[in-house]
């Protein structure tokens, strides 16, 4: 559960962060490009965490599917 609520975290954190930067710019493209940054950020976490119960090689036999 604690990598789950990191990723979590992390992600509503960048999308802060990325909204103050972002918004008053762009506005709502701004917003979504924010939010797009940020799901993939809780991807990555998500990622590392389960690294070591999934082997590498299937990410790498299925990297379509993440793009």
Known sequence: MRPYTLSVFMGMVTNVIFNFILVPKHGAIGAAI?????????????????????????YLKCWRYFV
């Open 34 to 58: 924010a939010t797009v940054i940020a799901e993939f950020t809780v991807l990555v976490v998500q990622l590392v965490a389960v690294r070591r119960e999934f082997c590498a090689l299937m």
